[in-house]
């Protein structure tokens, strides 16, 4: 989480600060300004996610227990589809010393099946908006920044 307290402190204090500015100059056009904050929130919540879930795979990687059953094979850059944003973040897959079965822990822990490219919140928007209108709207539509 550290690194997403730095980024609020470098990048988005900063960025706000402009923003306001900026409205303060144009107070007629509140749905720029807001916009623009609510993308600023959300760059924020992807580097959060993103942190979140690598700090979780390094909690397992440096985990004894893992470390007695599973060797580290390779790490690789995931995408993730989520309600607030498509989150992109590394982890680590690994091959299981007795059997040779490879498996990425992380989705393990997080209660993942293989392969899962989309959250439950991001499946549960799009059910939600194709009870109301067309599928293709309701993936459209599946995560704010889509």
Not at 32 to 52: A, C, F, R, W
Request: aromatic fraction near 8%; proline fraction near 1%; charge should be negative.
């Amino acid at each position: 989480m550290v690194n997403s307290v730095k980024y609020f402190n470098e990048v988005c204090i900063k960025n706000f600060l402009e923003l306001s500015a900026e409205f303060a100059e144009n107070p007629n056009d509140i749905a720029s300004y807001v916009k623009k904050v609510t993308d600023q929130l959300t760059k924020l919540g992807q580097e959060i996610i993103k942190e979140t879930l690598e700090e979780f795979d390094s909690i397992i990687k440096d985990s004894l227990e893992r470390k007695e059953k599973w060797y580290v094979e390779r790490t690789v850059e995931k995408s993730l589809v989520t309600s607030l944003c498509t989150v992109t973040f590394n982890k680590t897959l690994y091959k299981d010393k007795k059997t040779g079965e490879y498996i990425y822990l992380l989705d393990k822990v997080m209660g993942m099946t293989p392969h899962t490219r989309i959250t439950t919140d991001a499946v549960e928007r799009i059910l939600t908006e194709a009870v109301q209108t067309s599928y293709r709207r309701g993936g459209d539509n599946v995560s704010i920044l889509i």
